[in-house]
């Protein structure tokens, strides 16, 4: 009886065979997901025409019609007139050519716009250093410090033969890298301490503080806190302590940024099982230590994906800056095609814009993807 | 009722002492008047139903739960809300968990490195060296620099013992420490808890492993309802069980054994 149920004896062990071509390959990836039935089938067919015209339309515009110098006309002005003209429209890739120094760096004075120019080099540099996990240390601040005072140094100058630059002419990437950075690097240690001080059991009043901060801040538009910061603040401030106005702005940014980032990282605290935090305990590791070395590691890294949203969130919302008079690179832009020589040229400024803060976010999400799969390995239970 | 356990070894002083303790949660009575004493060098074994209060007595030798009534006194430190005397006994006191509970992003040395290097203040070289002596001695050395996730659950457990013995507990509690692995993986773990009670360790295991009660305990304590119902060496309670309750206890923990 046992026999005929048991299978048949393996002697030698079945050997291991490559699947068939039906199952793995481009063909049978195409068959699976393009082409599986007759609906999808169509879709397929419809959704590619659709795709194909478009990107067709798009490349005659932005490549094979545009013009990219316009000549300078009778007056003295670029004779923008040659892209109003044009049949079949192509898009007028001058008015980027003209305008991009303005866009970047504002009204910075032209001659000193190197500048500008050597501050976002080095924000990019600091922020490839501080991408490497090997220079994950304690040095890593003393960068960040030098790197900063040196931003510092060039854009307002005043020392080592610069002449002084005024925080008013200050503009375009500069002001929106400085908002970004400055307001992620403090919002992000404040969300944590924030997060930390919301589940704490033995503050009360602290966790009150916290969830009183978190609640106020989520609760009005950015917009609206960057107006308090602008107008209402000075009124409160003693006269002569006045801080300027990017100075407040980063301020309502870095306040605002930190109650969203706190509610991502609280949301990572809870993900972590209870037995961790026993562990750490049963093993005589004080509060800090717990948390440092136990408890935010791993929390951190569950909520890289919404961490990471947020972060490239708030990249863009610098240009909220706008409406108190700021000149982040938005607002240079629109200032840039106000110009009635170049009036009507919006879409090739705003399409350049967007490849810039597409650079920036696509960078961000990219560098976090690989750090998710990096850290995935340890993660696994 | 309860009867002292008649030593099988010379036991010396009380290390652990529950007198009294009650705890509530919310309304929940969950402990009734607990009082045991566990000698240095001794091996208690507490078993009883789900829902008895036997994790949560344990889980009060190092205040992972803390209690409202009652004294609790280990290693001559009384556990308050004082927060230095909860550290000095929790260095002393080394705990197993149900689900292990290794640290995921630390590889298995610096899961057994970690509490000696920060809590001691052990040397980095030192504290490795140490680890990969108890490691060996749970004969895992080989496993050192994977992470806990790519470890069977047996593996796992046995370095959250080796975890544990890197600082050098004097007491080492057990809370169902076979309770969430595949049957096959039971022995490998049990083997190194009596390898470890031989060396003399003191030890309060949570279990319903009664092989190993009966091969290592020098006392059993049967707990109830949040209360001590019986007590007394492994062959008193196996063999003659006084309370109708251990009695039904036993006939069901022992069906299908």
């Known amino acids: 009886m046992e026999q005929s149920l048991a299978p048949a004896p393996a002697e030698a062990p079945v050997t291991e065979r490559r699947p068939p071509a039906r199952v793995v390959g481009p063909l049978a990836w195409l068959r699976a997901n393009l082409f599986n039935s007759w609906w999808s089938t169509a879709l397929t067919l419809v959704m590619g025409y659709l795709l194909l015209r478009w990107a067709f339309a798009f490349f005659g515009w932005a490549v094979v019609h545009a013009i990219w110098t316009v000549p300078l006309g009778p007056n003295g002005q670029p004779a923008t007139n040659v892209c109003r003209v044009a049949d079949p429209a192509g898009a007028c890739w001058a008015v980027i050519g003209e305008k991009f120094r303005f866009i970047l760096f504002g009204r910075f004075p032209y001659a000193e716009q190197w500048r500008p120019a050597l501050a976002v080099v080095l924000f990019l540099a600091l922020y490839a250093v501080s991408a490497m996990r090997r220079f994950w240390r304690m040095e890593l601040v003393l960068i960040w410090v030098v790197a900063l005072a040196m931003i510092g140094v060039l854009m307002w100058g005043g020392i080592l033969g610069l002449p002084f630059v005024g925080q008013d002419v200050w503009g375009g990437l500069p002001i929106t890298l400085i908002l970004a950075t400055f307001g992620l690097a403090f919002a992000f240690p404040l969300s944590v301490l924030v997060a930390l001080g919301r589940r704490s059991r033995t503050l009360p009043a602290v966790r009150v503080l916290c ?100 972060f490239t969130g708030f990249f863009k919302d610098t240009s909220l800056v706008l409406i108190i008079g700021l000149f982040d690179i938005l607002t240079t832009g629109k200032i840039a095609v106000s110009d009635p020589v170049w009036n009507g040229f919006a879409t090739e400024v705003y399409l350049f814009l967007a490849v810039i803060y597409f650079a920036f976010c696509y960078a961000m999400s990219k560098y976090s993807r690989g750090l998710e799969r990096d850290f995935a390995r340890a993660r696994r239970r | 009722m309860s009867q002292t356990a008649a030593p099988v070894r010379t036991l010396s002083r009380p290390i652990i002492e529950l007198d009294h303790v009650n705890k509530w949660y919310g309304a ?100 490795e060296e140490l680890a990969m002596e108890f490691l060996r001695r749970v004969k895992i050395p080989e496993q050192a620099k ?112």
């Open chain 1, 211 to 310: 969830v009183l901060y978190v609640e106020l801040i989520r609760g009005v538009p950015l917009i609206s806190l960057l107006f308090m910061a602008s107008v209402m603040f000075p009124l409160f401030m003693p006269a002569g302590l006045n801080p300027d106005k990017l100075v407040r702005a980063q301020l309502a940014f870095i306040l605002f940024a930190g109650a969203y980032l706190a509610e991502v990282v609280r949301g990572g605290l809870q993900a972590l099982p209870k037995g961790q935090y026993e562990a750490a305990d049963a093993l005589g590791l004080s509060y800090w230590k717990k948390t440092c070395l136990i408890i935010l590691p791993q929390a951190l890294r569950l909520v890289i994906p919404p961490l990471v949203n947020t």
């Open chain 2, 146 to 257: 994977k992470y806990p996730g790519q470890l069977s659950g047996g593996q796992q457990q046995r370095v959250a013992i080796a975890r544990a013995l890197c600082m050098k507990p004097k007491i080492m509690l057990f809370d169902e420490p076979t309770s969430a692995l595949d049957p096959e993986m039971i022995k490998e773990v049990l083997d190194t808890m009596i390898e470890l009670a031989e060396s003399g360790m003191t030890m309060v295991c949570v279990t319903h492993e009664m092989g190993f009660a009966r091969q290592v305990a020098d006392r059993v304590v049967f707990m109830d309802h949040g209360e001590v119902v019986e007590s007394g060496t492994p062959t008193e309670m196996f063999e003659h069980p006084q309370t109708g309750r251990l009695k039904l206890f036993l006939s069901q923990i022992l069906r299908g054994h």
């Open chain 2, 28 to 127: 929940m009575h969950v402990l009734r008047d607990v009082s045991l004493t566990v000698a240095e060098g001794e091996r208690v074994v507490v078993c009883g139903p789900s829902g008895s209060g036997k994790s949560t007595t344990i889980r009060c030798i190092n205040r992972l739960e803390s209690h409202q009534e009652g004294r609790i006194v280990v290693d001559g430190t009384e556990l308050t809300d004082d927060l230095k005397a909860l550290d000095t006994i929790r260095r002393e006191v080394g705990m197993v968990f149900q689900s292990f509970n290794l640290f995921p992003h630390l590889t298995v040395l610096e899961n057994c490195t970690l509490a000696p290097i920060w809590v001691r203040k052990t040397p980095k070289a030192e504290a």
